[in-house]
């Protein structure tokens, strides 16, 4: 039978305090719900009914300010190779450490080649490339039917400088040293290994280097090829075989 020694209150009060001993404190619906539906799109509101909420002003983000271009070739700039690589060895201020250490480029003006890498290979000495970068090169030259007697060999900087930032150095100024270096070498054809070389010739670091097929400055257009590092091609026979292909090519058409 039911209990009526208490009253409606305090039945309800007792029902809601068990529902809480037993972890429930909270109101369900026995409604249906479709819990996979997609939620529903708001519809567009004119702009004459709806208020715009208020624009939030962001920050910009703190950007690096540009390289500061120095003039590295001076007043008096060298008129020929011979007065290049005196100032490429002897002259202070073209890197942060000094001439002392500095690897000359090798090779005659109006050379039938000239090769260009970025920096000199780490441990080389006396000449550019002596290393295993160098021993690769000396294959690549002997398929090509090419000797080191025939090509102009030069770096955009004069040492082994390891992770260097070309972008920042070829706007401040080493793409004017490389540039009027290749005025003076006036060869052929130039080859360029290395996509970070980019800069130093004009162009942006992110360009397909596959399409550009002239190097141009100024009064000069000379047959460009810009390929991958010779330290990329060291351990990958994939981009050496891409290479050799579109040097094939390159060749053919430079002609």
Known sequence: MPDHS???AEQFNAAIAWWKTAGVDMDFADNATEWLAEPEVEQATPAANKAAPPATKRADAPTAPPPQKIDLLGENPPQDLEGWRAFWCDTPGLDAIGPR????PSGSANAQLMILVVDPESGDTDDLLSQAQGKLL???LTAMGIGRRDIYLASALPRH???ADCHA??????????????????????????????PFLGHDAAQDHAALSEYCHEDLRIPL??????????????????????WLVWTQNAQ
Request: glycine residues 8%.
């Open 6 to 8: 208490h009253s409606l």
């Open 138 to 140: 000396d294959r690549i």
């Open 101 to 104: 250490g500095r690897i000359a």
């Open 225 to 246: 090829m810009v390929s991958e590092s010779l330290e990329s091609m060291m351990g990958s026979p994939r981009l050496k075989a891409r290479f050799w292909r579109r």
């Open 169 to 198: 150095l070829a706007a401040g100024g080493h793409a004017d040293l490389l540039q009027h270096h290749i005025a003076l070498a006036q060869p052929q054809k130039i080859l360029a290994l290395g996509r970070n070389i980019l």
């Open 161 to 163: 400088t390891p992770m």
